[in-house]
């Protein structure tokens, strides 16, 4: 069974940081690559950062290059998302999911609950 636990969501005005997490089933997380997406009422989800199983490689959709960090502790089987200098147009429900290396596809088709960003300008 996948778990995915998603939190450190909240209410932030422009230029606001946040810090997420999210916390895997060992089974999943176990060499497993990992990504954080986003979405928005009346959007598909999209794919905001990845990271690899060894943490050497990490990739960000453009909007938010420079400005979100991710990264992982495996013996926590958590993935974080440091969101800083944080506009209106992050607001969204973020999930993490292991993913297919190299891709923004969730392995397991599976998602947590999400937690919510709320940026105010």
């Known amino acids: 069974q996948v778990r995915l636990v998603e939190s450190g969501g909240g209410s932030v005005e422009a230029g606001g940081s946040l810090n997420l997490t999210c916390v895997v089933s060992?089974?999943?997380?176990?060499?497993?690559?990992m990504g954080w997406f986003r979405q928005t009422p009346g959007k598909e989800r999209e794919g905001v950062a990845r990271i690899s199983t060894d943490s050497r490689s990490t990739a960000y959709t453009t909007s938010v290059k420079g400005r979100f960090t991710i990264s992982r502790d495996d013996g926590k089987n958590t993935v974080y998302l440091q969101l800083n200098s944080l506009k209106p147009e992050d607001t969204a429900v973020y999930y993490c999911?292991?993913?297919?290396?190299?891709?923004?596809?969730?392995?397991?088709?599976?998602w947590g609950q999400g937690t919510q960003v709320t940026v105010s300008s």
């Open positions: 060992r089974h999943t997380y176990t060499n497993a690559c």
């Open positions: 999911a292991p993913i297919l290396c190299g891709s923004w596809s969730n392995l397991y088709d599976s």
